[in-house]
């Protein structure tokens, strides 16, 4: 474990710790200690939620160090660490979503600079995405290790500007909306890119379209701008947040509308969302007047709600 790169802890009235110690050893143990509190803290809260408590209420939130003011996309490992990355530099960051605790950090290459907008997991794979469709595939490294890595484009540049993408394993896709799309023909509609891990290379790249219409419930949002999408580990659904209009977008793998709410408050620049097999929403933002942070929700899947919001 990472000495010195503790994540800070809000949650209910417990102030922001450091994991600072003068021994590695010593550091380690508080370390620990802080780690197994804030498990308990956030075990209580969202048993608190469980009981009937207001679920739009975070249960924590994870304080990011400086060199994460501008982070970005959220994805879960098989064992439910979350891999981060700030938008600018190729360099992951590997935490504890329970405790809170940066567990370590390593980078494509020496860690190249370009716009990074997203990351998700394919079995051993790491998979990140530029806003302008170049697709870097690399694998998990040592703390502090530069990771080979290999590059595709995918040659849409001109066709769409990308901030979201998932791994959507029983199709073998990567799912990939646009928060801009650049044809004007299709300005009232939410363009997704599905690229094929394992296929020809002629049957690799495909586009759907759906229209904002069907996306935005009662609410009043006139476009949409994906900023990221995840799955929903109970239903298989896609849930995707939006920076610009503050939204939280639910659908069916087909794309029909399951709900469709603004995000809770306190959000000012919602970059990344992930959802653990326990039902944790985590939503990353920005550094704004806030410094950055991943807030975490007890999330309820859909079969639990009555109807669309």
Not at 169 to 189: E, G, Q
Request: a neutral charge.
């Amino acid at each position: 474990m990472r000495t010195g790169g503790t994540v800070a802890l809000m949650i209910g009235a417990l102030a922001v710790i450091s994991g600072c110690s003068d021994t590695k050893e010593q550091g380690a143990a508080q370390l620990k200690a802080l780690g197994n509190t804030r498990a308990r803290q956030l075990d209580n809260r969202l048993a608190s939620v469980d009981k009937g408590a207001d679920s739009s209420r975070p249960v924590a939130m994870w304080i990011m160090p400086p060199e994460l003011r501008e982070i970005s996309g959220l994805a879960l490992t098989a064992d439910g660490r979350i891999l981060t990355h700030d938008d600018e530099v190729a360099k992951i960051s590997v935490l504890d979503p329970r405790r809170g605790i940066l567990l370590k950090q390593f980078t494509l290459g020496t860690g190249m600079r370009g716009d990074f907008e997203s990351i998700t997991v394919a079995g051993s794979d790491i998979y990140m995405l530029a806003s302008n469709g170049v697709l870097f595939q690399l694998q998990e490294g040592a703390d502090g290790a530069g990771v080979p890595y290999s590059a595709v484009d995918l040659h849409l540049k001109n066709n769409c500007e990308f901030e979201s993408m998932v791994y959507q394993a029983d199709s073998d896709w990567l799912v990939m909306p646009c928060k801009n799309a650049k044809d004007k023909s299709l300005d009232h509609n939410l363009v997704v890119y599905r690229w094929k891990l394992h296929a020809p290379d002629a049957q690799r790249l495909s586009m759907v379209t759906i229209p904002f219409a069907q996306l935005v419930g009662r609410n009043k949002w006139k476009n949409l701008h994906p900023s990221d999408i995840t799955i929903d580990p109970t239903t298989g659904n896609f849930v995707m947040i939006t920076s610009h209009e503050k939204a939280l977008i639910e659908t069916t793998r087909d794309w029909d509308l399951v709900r469709a709410e603004p995000l809770p408050p306190g959000h000012n620049q919602p970059e990344g969302i992930a959802i653990t097999k326990d039902s944790i929403l985590m939503i990353s933002d920005e550094a704004t007047r806030k410094p950055a942070a991943i807030t975490l929700y007890r999330w309820h899947p859909s079969q639990k709600r009555d109807s669309i919001q």
